[in-house]
């Protein structure tokens, strides 16, 4: 089995609300990941967690916040967001000794 | 700085014309090479993985290869079922974990 979950599917929120993302994954993975896309471009790193702990952080504004509680969950805080911000926000895992990243279906996230 | 080429752009093909997608690739000590395929609004979703020169791997209709410079995607006889975009992303010794995504390509297969 290699599902990664996401929720919410959709999401619209205002410039001054608060919302999160959740990703869980089942497969015994210890890499974590969210990732950006905006429309016809390819996925852009955000963060990395590793083993439950932050190992990249690609210079990602202090509006996105992640949190990994566990080895199988990884949120996604978002905070007073810009419209810029609109893109469908992916979620993978791996297992660190073969790296390949499956990816959840993704949250598309629209803020007004 | 590792980089990541695919071509074409788009490619429109009639069910049953076979074609072939490129990705082309510079990085530092490759550690793996991986395609996914991914349909408009959802996650892409893993093909295959390549680690070495030579190496070939096949599903269904697709057949991935893999030279020091470049990796091709072969489509077999496609159906308007494999219509997506294509991404090639490739993985560098020394940065762990962080994949570098060439732009892909968006196949169209018509009846």
């Known amino acids: 089995d290699t599902e990664v979950t996401q929720t919410p599917k959709h999401l619209v929120m205002g410039m001054t609300n608060k919302k999160s993302l959740k990703c869980e994954q089942h497969?015994?993975?210890?890499?974590m990941y969210w990732y950006k896309q905006k429309a016809k471009k390819p996925p852009e790193l955000m963060f990395v967690?590793?083993?439950?702990?932050?190992?990249i952080n690609e210079s990602v504004p202090s509006r996105f916040s992640p949190e990994c509680p566990n080895s199988s969950l990884l949120n996604l805080h978002l905070h007073a967001l810009q419209p810029e911000d609109s893109a469908l926000y992916l979620c993978?895992?791996?297992?660190?000794?073969?790296?390949?990243?499956?990816f959840g279906p993704g949250t598309r996230l629209l803020v007004l | 700085e590792d980089q990541v080429t695919q071509s074409p752009e788009a490619l429109r093909l009639q069910e049953g014309e076979s074609s072939s997608l490129n990705c082309s690739y510079t990085?530092?000590?490759?550690?793996?090479l991986f395609w996914y395929r991914q349909d408009p609004g959802k996650g892409p979703e893993f093909l295959f993985t390549?680690?070495?020169a030579g190496e070939e791997k096949e599903k269904e209709r697709l057949k991935a290869t893999l030279t020091k410079k470049e990796s091709f995607l072969h489509i077999t006889a496609p159906k308007p079922e494999d219509s997506a975009t294509y991404l090639c992303?490739?993985?560098?010794?020394?940065?762990?974990?962080?994949?570098?995504f060439g732009t892909g390509t968006r196949l169209q297969v018509t009846l």
């Open positions: 993978a895992s791996s297992h660190p000794a073969q790296e390949t990243q499956y």
């Open positions: 497969m015994g993975h210890r890499a």
């Open positions: 967690y590793s083993y439950e702990k932050l190992s």
């Open positions: 990085v530092s000590g490759l550690r793996g």
């Open positions: 390549l680690y070495s």
């Open positions: 992303a490739v993985q560098a010794g020394g940065t762990a974990s962080k994949l570098t």
